[in-house]
C-alpha cells in the first residue's frame, strides 16, 4: 500500500563533547546549530491530511526542541556517553515515536550537525 509522508524542519542550538581522544577536536565542548527533519506518514488521510502541520510542530517542539535547546546534550542525555548525531537520533527515536495519533507513523528524521553533514534514520 502506498504512504503519503509530510516533513517538516526545526532549529536548535546545543553543546556537546565526545569524552575520548579518538574523536579528535570533538572530545572539547562545542555547539552546533543543529537542523532537524522530521518526516511522518500514513496509510490513509484524516481531513485530507496526514496530519497539521501545526500539530506535528507541537509534538516535536514540546518532546524535543524544548529539551535541548541552548542545553549540553551531555546534560540532557546522561545516558548517551557519546551524543554523536547518529546516537542523539536514535533517542529521538525512542522519545517521538509513540507520540503521534492511531495511524500516524514516524518515518525518518534526519539531523544536520553542520551544512553539509547529517544522519539519517529510516524506519
Ligand atoms: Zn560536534
Known sequence: MS????????????????PDKIYGKCERVHGHSYQL?????????????VINFSDLSVIVKENIIDK?????LNDVFPEIKFPTAENIILKFVDI???????GVFLEKIKLFETANSFAEWTK
Open 3 to 18: 504512504r503519503i509522508s509530510i516533513t517538516k524542519r526545526f532549529g536548535f542550538e546545543s553543546a556537546h563533547f565526545l
Open 68 to 72: 535541548v535547546d541552548h542545553f549540553l
Open 96 to 102: 517521538l515515536e509513540s507520540k503521534f495519533p492511531d
Open 37 to 49: 527533519f522530521v518526516t511522518v506518514s500514513s496509510e490513509k488521510l484524516v481531513n485530507n491530511m
